[in-house]
């Protein structure tokens, strides 16, 4: 199947070569022109223009670590609202704001086009192993079209509805979860620290008991150990997802106590200098904050 994708950070690194792998004629564009490099050696093809990416297949994946960079993309000059093909699909794969997916919605409609929102659950290992999540809402006929695309990506994909914006939902609560349990977790190791307590058999116990799920027994072995430099997700990512959760909840009348300290701790670990490390800083700024660093 042919397909564009824009947007090659660690996860659209991934996510590409997943698409390469199971045979896709893909086409690439990114504004850093080096991030192409290997995926072209090993058969992808290189576009020179959003315009030109959006010609191959009329189907074109964004996986954009921002709204500005979405929205540069999809409505600046020469962009996918301008350049997708009457029927055309968008398939915006990164984790935006709820009122931009809304407002993107509906222009992609005026133009005649679809959009699907179709964030993604998990890490690059995550997707370099086949066990990525996928959250996909939008128009059933153009879901129908994209899922061999979601196959190849990931091992399963949640259907949210007809509406895009629902799939931005889900994405966002499940990471305001995630963050939360990285958090508890922290604290937990930073107490059976300052108690004298082993982390080692702490994490056995947490892992091998209640909470025996991918999440805990990941970034437990991640705080355990302090891999925080083998990253997955930023903690400047993570506090932008943290920030449109709380803005979420907000517009609705939801007090999210839990993210407004997850966004604290992570504002801390930011002022620390870890902006670019994983967002299991989260526990790391925990330990700091329990004179355990």
Not at 51 to 74: S, W
């Amino acid at each position: 199947m042919k397909v564009a994708f824009i947007g090659l950070g660690r996860m659209g690194q991934a996510m590409a070569r997943r698409l390469l792998d199971a045979g896709h004629d893909l086409m690439l564009f990114n504004r850093t022109p080096k991030k192409v490099v290997e995926l072209a050696e090993l058969g992808a093809k290189v576009a020179s223009s959003i315009a030109e990416a959006a010609a191959h297949a009329g189907v074109v994946i964004t996986m954009l670590a921002d709204d500005e960079a979405l929205e540069q993309v999809t409505r600046g000059a020469g962009g996918l609202i301008e350049s997708l093909p009457d029927g055309g699909t968008h398939i915006a794969m990164g984790t935006h704001h709820l009122d931009v997916i809304r407002s993107l919605t509906a222009a992609h409609m005026a133009a005649g086009q679809n959009l699907l929102a179709a964030p993604v659950l998990g890490r690059p290992a995550v997707v370099a192993a086949g066990s990525l999540g996928i959250i996909a809402a939008g128009p059933a006929v153009a879901i129908e079209r994209a899922q061999p695309l979601f196959s190849a990506i990931g091992a399963r994909t949640f259907i949210a509805g007809t509406d895009p914006v629902a799939a931005s939902i889900l994405k966002l609560t499940n990471n305001l979860v995630l963050a939360c349990a990285i958090e508890a977790m922290g604290e937990a190791f930073s107490l059976v620290q300052k108690l004298g307590g082993d982390p080692e058999t702490m994490r056995d116990v947490l892992v091998d008991g209640l909470f025996s799920c991918i999440a805990y027994t990941g970034y437990s072995r991640i705080i355990v150990d302090r891999q925080h430099d083998d990253v997955g997700f930023t903690a400047s990512l993570a506090l932008k997802d943290v920030s449109l959760a709380l803005a979420a909840g907000e517009t609705v009348g939801v007090p999210l106590p839990s993210a407004e300290l997850c966004r604290d701790r992570l504002l801390s670990a930011i002022a620390h200098g870890d902006a670019d490390r994983d967002w299991s800083v989260l526990a790391l700024e925990q330990a700091r904050a329990s004179g355990l660093a």
